[in-house]
């Protein structure tokens, strides 16, 4: 096929890669060593690189020649051959553990810099042209944070806003909204920036010990929109699991019988709105996109009935799954809430709130709290991507994984939230990844552009490939065929070549 010619600059995606090493394998897919991928595209060519992340864990694994670094699904523990006092200090000291750095997740962009992101307080710096890992930043240095989402978000001044927990710190557990500028002082050194970071606001959580997990959170052009659902990690399960032989991951801990809140903070005043806002509850990762109309808040998430979506990922399950083409236990759901910040305060009990139309409703509750239920915009995508452009502001389009009885994705889709109408692409033995969205130089609509995915696929004969399809038509543009193994990633940016600094800076 033929690449359109404003196409320069590079895709990065970041995903697990490796998950044996020696005699030792991980029980779960996210557990596995970061493996970063590139297509560098230029004059109409695709250049593809992969490198491991050379992190302190990938380090030390290799150099053992076995798993010594616990993940979440995955616990390392001393070796049968070292003394007993070193083993009993090995037991004390992971009490609050020390985190990996194996940043598998995603990508960052601070200032000019690109990091490799996961969710402990751990990022790695890395030359998104060569792959190379560079220095290692930990955000606890800098904030009160001992977990880190990996879904940062952009504002138009060009800052990073990213969310963390602070557990137990001084007493109290909450959520951090916290912000990274995009440059420092030219007298300062690089490494600054973080020092220049700053805490917007924070959420208390609402139990002490059983903070809730969260992968992302949302952003209109006032607010923050932070879901604490009761999907939550024990805290002092968290601390014995070492001791009692089990991973981190089964700390967590769905409860089905209470609510998800919402909590929405005026960026402006950093305060948080006073009125109670809940909903039944769910599991969410990905938040889609959010925006406000007339005195609402719209936002669009990626909701599930439970958390049986890990469990699936151990590695022992997801042969069996693709085996024996089991139906996911819980479907993915694009659910729009609507939550109206402005209301007559002597509005009835039991009246919805809700002034657009919508199926979504917002009732006023008896002790004055509002309960909200969403209306379900589609069922079974994941891994939404949107035009950044329209972040925080009233859109049309996702593009999106769809996953239908497998969890990972068959086909890649295109959905207009007004119309409900869905583009696919798909072929058989196909499987894509995230999709990303790169709007054109000269673009007038939200979906003037191309989509980039890769694609694996489960005929060892056929070599995977980069698609790139028109945004507006999803037709196919072209494909860029890699003749390497290549992995099932996560997420990933692109960067326009105006974005990369020359390799002599």
Aim: net charge neutral; proline share 5%; glycine share 4%.
């Amino acid at each position: 096929g033929q690449l359109p010619n404003w196409l320069q600059g590079i895709l990065l995606r970041n995903g697990p890669g490796m998950h044996t090493i020696g005699d030792t394998t991980y029980n779960h897919w996210f557990d596995g060593l970061a493996l970063l991928h590139s297509f560098t595209f230029k004059n109409g060519e695709v250049y593809y690189r992969s490198k491991y992340l050379r992190s302190d864990t990938f380090n030390c694994n290799v150099e053992a020649n076995r798993i010594v670094v616990s993940e979440f699904g995955t616990m390392a523990y001393p070796d049968p051959c070292k003394n007993i006092f070193a083993k009993a200090f090995s037991y004390l000291s992971h009490t609050i553990p020390e985190f990996t750095d194996n940043c598998l997740i995603n990508i960052m962009k601070s200032g000019d810099d690109f990091y490799a992101t996961s969710e402990t307080n751990f990022i790695r710096k890395i030359n998104p042209q060569t792959l190379e890992t560079l220095e290692k930043v930990d955000y606890s240095k800098y904030v009160a944070v001992n977990l880190a989402t990996s879904h940062p978000h952009y504002d138009s001044a060009g800052n990073t806003l990213n969310m963390g927990t602070s557990i137990v710190d001084k007493g109290k557990t909450k959520y951090i909204l916290f912000k990274i500028p995009p440059s420092v002082p030219e007298k300062e050194n690089k490494k600054s920036r973080f020092k220049q970071l700053e805490v917007v606001c924070s959420i208390p959580s609402r139990s002490l010990l059983h903070p809730s997990y969260f992968h992302s959170f949302g952003i209109t052009e006032n607010y923050i929109i932070f879901i604490e659902q009761p999907f939550r990690l024990d805290i002092v399960k968290l601390a014995t699991a070492y001791i009692r032989g089990v991973n981190w991951a089964s700390c967590l801990s769905y409860h089905k019988e209470d609510k998800t809140w919402f909590h929405f903070v005026d960026k402006r005043t950093k305060k948080e709105v006073s009125t109670k806002f809940y909903t039944d509850a769910m599991v969410l990762f990905h938040h889609v996109n959010a925006y406000e109309e007339d005195g609402h808040i719209i936002f669009d998430i990626i909701a599930y009935r439970d958390n049986s979506l890990y469990d699936m990922f151990y590695l022992k399950h997801l042969n069996k799954y693709l085996e024996e083409n089991n139906k996911l236990a819980s479907v993915p759901s694009c659910k729009r809430f609507i939550v109206p910040l402005q209301y007559d305060k002597d509005a009835e009990v039991g009246s919805n709130l809700v002034t657009l139309p919508s199926t979504a409703t917002a009732v006023k509750e008896t002790d004055g709290s509002i309960y909200c239920q969403p209306e379900i915009l589609c069922e079974e995508i994941e891994l939404p991507r949107i035009n950044y452009d329209y972040n925080g502001k009233k859109y049309k389009y996702i593009f999106a994984t769809k996953v239908q009885w497998s969890p990972v994705p068959a086909k890649i889709v295109k959905f207009n939230t007004q119309t409900k109408e869905m583009l696919h692409w798909g072929e058989d033995q196909c499987w894509p990844s995230e999709p990303v969205f790169v709007p054109s130089p000269d673009a007038r609509e939200e979906d003037d552009g191309i989509v980039l995915t890769c694609v694996v696929m489960s005929n060892p004969k056929k070599a995977p490939f980069l698609l790139v399809l028109d945004a507006k038509t999803f037709k196919e543009l072209g494909r860029a065929i890699v003749n390497v193994e290549m992995h099932v990633d996560l997420h990933g940016i692109f960067i326009p070549e105006k974005g990369l600094k020359s390799e002599t800076e």
